[in-house]
């Protein structure tokens, strides 16, 4: 059992169409962050957000940690093919990190 | 700056063998982990170090063991490679918790046949 559930799991969209990830959990997170990966290679961090509550914006997406910091999601405005890859959300425990399975995105041109 | 390097980039073992998958890094970050990607698993913690001569268990540890003897460096060891050990290794660090996150290395695929 995954400490932290992402859902979607798969998406599948055109270009421009917004969307939203989940990452949920039951369990307290001193912080949590997103990665995104592409085939290949190793995750690189998108953000870490700290405070319950918090919201931080990159460009087209937005991040949002839960108020009982159990809870996260990612939203992406007006996606492009160039956003297309796995993106995973990790929790922090006292120094261990958990991983969602993670939601692979395709956006179609 | 390198950054984080894994050596090798691909390995088959037969079961049985032993290998030591190869970490390095040159941010000067205390804390290490190695962690291995299955399909439809996410990223599962084997093992992970908070500082020279300091290790712990993840939640995957059995078949794998660690050391940290330097800052820089963080082997992990198959001592007996078996099938389930297939996957994709990746090590990762961190200058400290609730700061700007992991640096991965580009991952180690290993086939265990």
């Known amino acids: 059992t995954q400490l932290l559930e992402q859902s979607p799991q798969f998406l599948s969209i055109q270009e421009g169409e917004n969307l939203t990830v989940y990452c949920n959990s039951s369990s307290v997170f001193s912080s949590l962050q997103w990665y995104r990966q592409e085939p290949g290679e190793g995750p690189v961090l998108l953000v870490t957000?700290?405070?319950?509550?918090e919201v931080k914006k990159l460009k087209r997406l937005t991040f949002q940690f839960g108020d009982a910091r159990k809870d996260s999601s990612l939203h992406i405005t007006a996606a492009q093919p160039g956003d297309t890859g796995l993106y995973l959300c990790?929790?922090?425990?006292?120094?261990?990190?958990?991983f969602g399975s993670g939601t692979k995105l395709n956006v179609k041109p | 700056n390198a950054g984080v390097t894994q050596t090798p980039k691909f390995q088959v073992l037969k079961t049985g063998q032993s290998m030591t998958l190869q970490c390095a890094q040159d941010m000067n970050h205390e804390y290490m982990s190695w962690y291995r990607q299955d399909p439809g698993m996410g990223l599962r913690l084997i093992h992970y170090?908070?500082?020279?001569?300091?290790?712990d268990q993840g939640e995957v540890p059995n078949g794998y063991n660690v050391s940290r003897s330097t800052t820089e460096d963080f082997p992990l060891r198959l001592l007996s490679a078996a099938p389930s050990q297939t996957s994709v290794y990746f090590c990762a660090t961190l200058l400290e918790p609730n700061s700007d996150g992991y640096t991965f290395g580009s991952g180690t695929r290993l086939t265990v046949v």
């Open positions: 170090s908070v500082g020279a001569g300091i290790t």
């Open positions: 957000v700290v405070t319950g509550g």
């Open positions: 990790a929790g922090d425990r006292l120094y261990k990190f958990y």
